[in-house]
């Protein structure tokens, strides 16, 4: 089973801040998902997570 930790999640964070800008509506939606990113972020880390597990993804038939 793989884990999602919040080291990975702050990456994707700085990863997100140092894309450069497109136009106005993808920068407005980048920074929202990196407000939500943060918050989850401490969110986890409120209440001691360092990791959390990632569901399997089921097989396509």
Same mark, same amino acid.
């Given at each position: 089973?793989?884990?999602l930790t919040v080291k990975a999640i =702050? $990456?994707?964070?700085? =990863?997100?801040? $140092? @894309? #450069? /800008?497109? =136009? =106005?509506?993808?920068?407005r939606h980048k920074m929202a998902a990196? @407000?939500?990113?943060?918050?989850?972020?401490? @969110?986890?880390? #409120?209440?001691?997570?360092? /990791?959390? $597990?990632? /569901?399997?993804?089921? @097989?396509?038939?």
């Amino acid at each position: 089973m793989k884990n999602l930790t919040v080291k990975a999640i =702050d $990456r994707m964070i700085a =990863d997100l801040e $140092r @894309a #450069e /800008r497109v =136009d =106005d509506t993808s920068e407005r939606h980048k920074m929202a998902a990196v @407000a939500y990113l943060k918050n989850y972020a401490n @969110a986890l880390e #409120e209440r001691g997570k360092t /990791r959390v $597990r990632l /569901r399997e993804e089921k @097989a396509k038939e």
